[in-house]
């Protein structure tokens, strides 16, 4: 009784201690001073603004207000971009690190992977890509005069596109979509040092082809359909079946567009039978095998799923754009 008693007040007094830390500017690895913080809270009402306070001359601030029971999260920009982190109650009791970094306006790297999850159903094909960057230099990446991304989509179109993208250690957000008239769309997001994913997807009418633009014809591409669904086409070749069995996965590489014949209808849910955990980060083997890319627990199907589709009843988390 007494340890229960214990555990709650010390539950009690980390949930209502100060949040405080240091912004430390990871290109010079020194103190950021004069940065503004922001303190969020994360509960049940949702994201809620706490406080806002100005880094010393050592780089650090000091939130005296909390609430009950809840995350946090943490914020500061440097040279226009924002940096955050969650800091969970328990972690209120110490000194928490935010990391900036100065940027460099110069072009982005281009990507380092696609990945292009399709689902032939009957009343349409899915189409869901990944777009992985890796930036492993000591500043961010970002000319806001230039494109991040750029990814083409099929005339058929279907609806609208959405595009979230998630920052290293971050969460996914929703990123607004520039679109041409010749299916081509454009994507402006800093790229900070580490892995950043960027989730497009899609709806195409049912049909048993899909054809696509390489638009970045030096970046391997991974094909993943359901296990059940054949795929062929000239200058695709076979990787294999994911380690669960249930997917089925093709490269194509060095190529400045392709076309590919479905066979078989699927669907990936790989997501119904993990329970929903969400990835961080992906790790930085991701290159060299497809389930890497997609989580250490989850195999390949988890990513697509988790990240690209919403359970039934969610609200969208992603800003959709219609082809003008």
């Not at 207000?65 to 924002?82: N, P, R, S």
């Not at 109650?89 to 990391?99: C, D, I, K, N, S």
């Not at 795929?231 to 490269?251: F, K, W």
């Not at 479905?262 to 790989?270: E, K, S």
């Amino acid at each position: 009784m007494r340890k229960a008693v214990l555990s709650l007040c010390l539950l009690a007094c980390a949930a209502a201690a100060a949040v405080r830390g240091v912004v430390v500017n990871r290109t010079s690895g020194k103190p950021a001073p004069g940065v503004a913080v922001r303190l969020m809270s994360m509960g049940a009402a949702g994201m809620q603004e706490l406080e806002t306070a100005i880094t010393d001359a050592q780089g650090r601030f000091t939130f005296s207000k909390t609430a009950q029971a809840v995350h946090y999260l943490v914020e500061a920009q440097l040279d226009g971009v924002t940096y955050n982190r969650m800091v969970a109650p328990a972690e209120t009791a110490g000194e928490v690190e935010l990391a900036v970094y100065e940027v460099a306006r110069k072009p982005t790297p281009r990507p380092a992977q696609r990945i292009v999850f399709l689902e032939p159903l009957a009343d349409e094909l899915r189409v869901n890509e990944t777009w992985l960057f890796r930036n492993d230099a000591d500043r961010t990446l970002y000319d806001a005069q230039s494109p991040t991304l750029r990814f083409w989509t099929p005339a058929e179109l279907m609806g609208e596109v959405s595009v979230t993208v998630t920052a290293p250690g971050g969460m996914p957000i929703p990123r607004p979509v520039e679109a041409d008239a010749d299916g081509t769309h454009r994507i402006r997001f800093p790229i900070k040092p580490g892995e950043t994913r960027f989730d497009v997807s899609y709806s195409l009418p049912p049909q048993s082809q899909f054809a696509s633009r390489m638009l970045y014809p030096e970046a391997p591409t991974r094909l993943v359909v359901p296990a059940g669904v054949t795929l062929e086409g000239e200058g695709v070749e076979v990787v294999g079946p994911d380690p669960s069995g249930r997917a089925m996965i093709y490269e194509v590489r060095g190529r400045k567009q392709f076309a590919v014949t479905l066979a078989g209808r699927g669907l990936l849910q790989a997501a119904e039978d993990a329970g929903g955990p969400s990835l961080d980060q992906i790790p930085p083997a991701l290159y060299d095998r497809l389930w890497w890319v997609l989580g250490p627990s989850l195999a390949a199907l988890a990513l697509g799923f988790l990240l690209l589709y919403r359970a039934p009843g969610r609200a969208p988390d992603a800003v959709r754009t219609s082809r003008r």
